[in-house]
C-alpha cells in the first residue's frame, strides 16, 4: 500500500502492478482514507476509493469511480464529502446498499403498483397502456429514488414532439405521480420526484350541441332504422343523461317503474357511488319497447349474440353518418339530454343531481346555455320596476 504524492501526472502513467501481484493500492500522503486500487489485468487503469471504519468498527469501502472515468480533482471532492458525512456520523456504506435496494420502476409497477390498482381503478387498463408504450421504455431500468424532475419534464416534453396532444401528454404525468405517490405512501421512496411537476392544463373538450334541425333529423334515423336495439340504446342516452357503460350494464332490476327512478349502483357509477336517475316520459318508452323483461337481466341485448352488448361504436357510426351528423359522439348524448334541462329552464343543480357530476364544476360547462333562462329571470324582475307597473299598482 504505497503512499504517493498523487498527481495528474502519477494517474497517468504511474498506475502499475509490481511483478508477482495481482493489484496494488495507492494512498494519496495528503488525502486519509483515499486510495487508488490498480488490478494486473488493467494496467493504467485504476479505481478511486475512499475507506473509513463504521460505528461497529467495520472497515468499509465506497467506490467513487474509475481513473479513466473521473478526474483526480474530482475524485478528491467525492472523498471530502464523504470524510464529512461519516464525521456527521453517517454510513455511505449502507446508504449506498439501501439505495441499490430500491426496486427499479419497472419491478415497482408490475410487482406492486398494477396489483393494487386492478380491483380498485376501473382505467387500470389504460394505465397500462401509458406505462407500456412510453414509461417503461423511458423509466423502467432506473430505480425509483433515480428518477429526476428534470428527466420527467424532458419526458413530458418529448410526448408532444411524438404526436401526441397536451391532454395525453399530461395523463403520463399524472399516472407517474399518482404511481410514486403510493411508492413514499408505502415507504419505497423518501419523496415524489414528480410531485409539483407542471402540466400543460389545456382545455381540450370538445363538446357538440345539436340545434332542433339536428336533432330531428337524429330522432328520425334513431325512430326508423332496423337495428332498433342499438337505436333504443341511444334514446336511453338522449332520454337520461346515462353514460354508455352505465347503459349497457343496466338491468331490469335497477328500473324501478312504480316510482319512475332507474338506480345505477355503484359498481356500474363512475362516482362509485349509487345514484338515483329519474326515468322521464321518452325513458318509460323505451322500456316498453324492450323485449327483454324477463327473457334477460340486462335492458339491451344482443339479439345474435344473446349477450349484453360491450360497444355499440360500429353500429353507432352508421347511424350518425345516415342522420347526417358524422361529428356526433356517443357521449355527446349526454351532453344533449344535459342542454335540453339547462335549455328548458332547469338549475345547474339539478342537472348536476341528475347527470351524477361529483363536481359542481363538471357541470358549469353547461352554464352557457341558461342565457335564455336567465334572461327569462331578469324579465320577471323587471315587470316590476317599468313604469307601467307602478301606474297600474
Known amino acids: 500500500m504505497p503512499v504517493v504524492k498523487m498527481t495528474n501526472k502519477f494517474i497517468r502513467s504511474g ?55 473521473l478526474s483526480l ?18 454510513d455511505p456504506h449502507a446508504e449506498g446498499l439501501a439505495r441499490k435496494a430500491v426496486v427499479t420502476v419497472d419491478v415497482f409497477f408490475t410487482e406492486h403498483y398494477f396489483p393494487h390498482v386492478t380491483p380498485r381503478k376501473r382505467s387500470w387498463k389504460r394505465d397500462e397502456e401509458l406505462f407500456r408504450l412510453r414509461i417503461q421504455p423511458e423509466f423502467g431500468h432506473l430505480r425509483l429514488n ?39 405512501e408505502w415507504s419505497m421512496l423518501e419523496k415524489n420526484p414528480v410531485a409539483g411537476v407542471s402540466l400543460f392544463s389545456v382545455d381540450n373538450k370538445v363538446e357538440h350541441y345539436l340545434s332542433d334541425e339536428q336533432l330531428g333529423c337524429l330522432l328520425d334515423v334513431l325512430r326508423t332504422d332496423d337495428n332498433r336495439t342499438v337505436c333504443l340504446i341511444a334514446m336511453w342516452l338522449l332520454s337520461t ?12 332490476a335497477q328500473i324501478d317503474r312504480a316510482n319512475r327512478v332507474w338506480r345505477i ?40 349474440t344473446k349477450e349484453p352488448y360491450t360497444t355499440i361504436m360500429k353500429v353507432w357510426s352508421r347511424l350518425r353518418q345516415k342522420a347526417g351528423l358524422p361529428h356526433l359522439r356517443i357521449h355527446d348524448l349526454r351532453h344533449g339530454f ?21 363536481d359542481p364544476k363538471v357541470t358549469m360547462r353547461y352554464a352557457h346555455l341558461s342565457s335564455k333562462s336567465l334572461q327569462d329571470a331578469a324579465n320577471s324582475a323587471s315587470v316590476l320596476l317599468m313604469p307601467q307597473a307602478k301606474a297600474a299598482a
Do not use: W
Open 15 to 69: 498506475l502499475v502492478v509490481p511483478s508477482g501481484k495481482d493489484r496494488i493500492e495507492y494512498v494519496p500522503d495528503d488525502l486519509p482514507g483515499m486510495y487508488v486500487s490498480v488490478s494486473a489485468i488493467s494496467p493504467g487503469i485504476g479505481t478511486f476509493f475512499y475507506r473509513y471504519k463504521d460505528a461497529r468498527g467495520k472497515t468499509c469501502h465506497v467506490k467513487v469511480g474509475r481513473t479513466c472515468d
Open 73 to 90: 480533482s474530482d475524485a478528491r471532492k467525492q472523498v471530502i464529502q464523504l470524510k464529512s458525512q461519516t464525521a456527521q456520523g453517517k
Open 146 to 184: 433515480q428518477i429526476e424532475r428534470k428527466h420527467v419534464q424532458q419526458f413530458h416534453a418529448s410526448l408532444l414532439d411524438d404526436g401526441l396532444s397536451p391532454a395525453t401528454a399530461d395523463h403520463h404525468v399524472k399516472l407517474l405521480r399518482y404511481a410514486l405517490n403510493l411508492a413514499v
Open 241 to 252: 343523461g346515462a353514460r354508455l357503460n352505465e347503459a349497457l350494464q343496466a338491468t331490469h
Open 265 to 304: 349502483p355503484a359498481t356500474n357509477s363512475k362516482s362509485k357511488r349509487m345514484r338515483s336517475v329519474p326515468l322521464n316520459d321518452s325513458a318509460l318508452h323505451v322500456l316498453d319497447q324492450l323485449t327483454t323483461l324477463g327473457r334477460f337481466d340486462h335492458l339491451f341485448i344482443n339479439e345474435k
Open 338 to 358: 344535459a342542454s335540453l334541462l339547462v335549455s328548458g329552464g332547469r338549475t345547474l343543480y339539478e342537472v348536476q343531481q341528475i347527470l351524477g357530476h361529483s
